[in-house]
């Protein structure tokens, strides 16, 4: 199975940026449905931006405007930017992904079947 591995987290101020990146361990087909969720402590996982090889982008409205995903095919790197950060933009951060897929749909985590292990964004005030 392909592995999943995150990498950007930090802790920045509110107003800095962030850029994460997940890396694919290995072959990865041309149909893939990619995502980005994300838990803060004591709240339940949130679908942040998810794309998809049909080319739909969507993102969930806390952070549309300010976060962009985008894939990197040939080198098989997912990345997330992440622009004008808030406090409550606090959370581990993962990404997910169903390869051989080319819709995503939704934001439901029945929709993704591999999850790296998260990294971990922290914004100040």
């Known amino acids: 199975q392909v592995q999943l591995v995150e990498s950007g987290g930090g802790s920045v101020q509110a107003g800095g940026s962030l850029r994460l990146s997940c890396a694919a361990s290995?072959?990865?087909?041309?149909?893939?449905?990619l995502g980005w969720f994300r838990q803060a402590p004591g709240k339940e996982r949130e679908g942040v931006a998810r794309i998809d090889s049909s080319v739909m982008i969507r993102y969930a409205d806390s952070v549309k405007d300010r976060f962009t995903i985008s894939y990197d095919y040939a080198k098989s790197i997912l990345s997330l930017q992440m622009n004008s950060l808030k406090p409550e933009d606090t959370a581990m951060y993962y990404c997910?992904?169903?390869?051989?897929?080319?819709?995503?749909?939704?934001?439901?985590?029945?929709?993704?079947?591999?999850w790296g292990q998260g990294t971990q964004v922290t914004v100040s005030s």
């Open positions: 290995a072959y990865t087909a041309s149909r893939y449905c």
């Open positions: 997910a992904a169903n390869w051989g897929r080319d819709h995503c749909y939704s934001f439901d985590s029945e929709n993704f079947n591999s």
